[in-house]
């Protein structure tokens, strides 16, 4: 029993992807204050862009730069090098090309993203041997 649940999840999640994808656009459910690559930029990039901004470019996408890694490999340009370009598309509504483009979180959340210089981890306030000041987090 709990092993054929198990085994109709993923088919339950394509279905519920495919509902979604003819009506509203994909998006996430709030916009996080410190969008991370790990966190939340790297799955979001991986479930809806990647299928053709991926290490082999595919339905005529670019070749000069992928979004499956965060950073430049050779030539091409990663996710950390494009996130200001990737805030402008969104926002734009051109990507992903089937016309619906993305949500308003997700937007506002690759925007929160390239304004905060693409962070890649959730960010560690760093306070060893300091007094006070700045803690690289943007606190004191
Ligand atoms: C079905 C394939 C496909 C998917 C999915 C897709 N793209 Fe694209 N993308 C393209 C193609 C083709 C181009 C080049 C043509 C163009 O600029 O319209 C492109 C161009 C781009 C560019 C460069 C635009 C410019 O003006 O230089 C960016 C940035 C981009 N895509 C980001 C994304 C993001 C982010 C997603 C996911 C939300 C995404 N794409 C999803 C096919 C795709």
């Not at 996408?61 to 990737?86: H, N």
């Not at 925007?111 to 306070?127: D, F, I, K, M, N």
């Amino acid at each position: 029993m709990q092993r054929s649940m198990r085994k109709s999840r993923p088919l339950l999640a394509l279905v519920l992807l495919w509902a979604c994808g003819t009506e509203a656009p994909p998006d996430v459910p709030f916009v996080p204050d410190y969008p991370t690559w790990d966190e939340h930029i790297r799955p979001f990039l991986a479930e809806h862009c990647v299928l053709c901004h991926g290490e082999r470019p595919r339905n005529g996408a670019p070749s000069e730069f992928r979004l499956d890694v965060y950073d430049d490999v050779g030539a091409q340009q990663g996710a950390r090098s494009m996130a200001p370009k990737i805030a402008e598309v969104l926002e734009r509504g051109k990507m992903p090309p089937d016309g619906v483009g993305v949500g308003p979180n997700a937007r506002a959340m690759f925007r929160r993203w390239a304004e905060l210089g693409a962070p890649r981890s959730p960010c560690t306030p760093s306070c060893e041997g300091r007094e006070c000041g700045d803690d690289g987090c943007k606190g004191s």
